[in-house]
């Protein structure tokens, strides 16, 4: 690794930590910006800051103030705002971007997934059933407040309202097994589970669990990436294009 001069890392991922992980390992000055939507959230090694830089103004001001060798985003597959925000700073300040994300899931014989574009269309998508199991994150749960049956929803922090009228609330950190996927949704009779298209391994099981119950899948896609800026699946790939830089 020849990495030369400060990266920031914006994070809160598993693969933004296991980045920092790396840089700092091969003694790289990396500072890690994490949002603050989460309580407690697992730290990175290195220099942290918490908070957003208010836009893409904001970050590019950041950026003119501490300057760095590259800016490498690895937020969250649904973070778009900052991954819009970070694009445009880059091309105002030159800042070479990298985005490091996860591919999405592949869809597997005898799953029966249902595609939508937002949390607004899949709360209209699951209109029909019953027993709805929510684990799209606690923020934008207000999609989903007019909802009349059983709500089952599953995150890190308590969400805020507004809910749905009867919503029972888990909190737990992943990951998740097989098995307790597979108890968690014959427990609450869940007969359709709604998420995000996230991909990873951490969260996954759940869908393999609603594959073998022959639960129906509602996911939502992703917002495509900011056009012109490149794209790795991995952490040794971002390692390797910072690595590249003159």
């Known amino acids: 690794m020849r990495v030369t001069g400060r990266v920031l890392v914006l994070g809160g991922t598993g693969e933004a930590r296991r980045l920092a992980t790396a840089l700092v390992a091969d003694g790289v000055d990396v500072v890690s910006s994490l949002a603050g939507r989460v309580a407690d959230p697992l730290l990175p090694p290195g220099e942290v800051r ?26 969250h597959p649904f973070a778009s705002t900052m991954t819009a925000s970070a694009a445009s700073a880059s091309a105002v ?16 014989p005898g799953d029966d997934w249902r595609w939508v574009d937002s949390l ?18 606690r923020m934008g749960l207000g999609a989903f407040a007019g909802l009349t049956q059983e709500v089952l929803v599953r995150s890190v922090d308590p969400p805020e309202p507004p809910l749905p009228a009867r919503t029972t609330v888990i909190l737990e950190r992943g990951p998740f097994s097989l098995a307790d996927e597979l108890a968690l949704l014959r427990e609450h009779g869940v007969d359709v589970v709604v998420t995000k298209d996230s991909g990873g391994h951490m969260t996954e099981a759940k869908l393999t669990a609603a594959r073998e119950l022959g639960v129906p ?30």
């Open 50 to 75: 918490v908070g957003g830089f208010g836009g893409a103004v904001g970050l590019a001001a950041w950026l003119a103030a501490n300057p760095v060798a590259a800016v490498v985003d690895a937020t």
């Open 93 to 108: 300040t030159g800042v070479p971007l990298l985005r490091l994300q996860r591919p999405g899931w592949t869809e597997q």
């Open 120 to 137: 607004e269309e899949a709360a209209v998508a699951v209109a029909g059933f019953g027993h709805v199991f929510v684990t799209t994150g």
């Open 217 to 246: 899948v509602v996911l939502v896609r992703r917002l495509p990436v900011p056009p012109r800026v490149p794209v790795v699946a991995t952490v040794e790939e971002a390692v390797a294009w910072l690595s590249a830089l003159p």
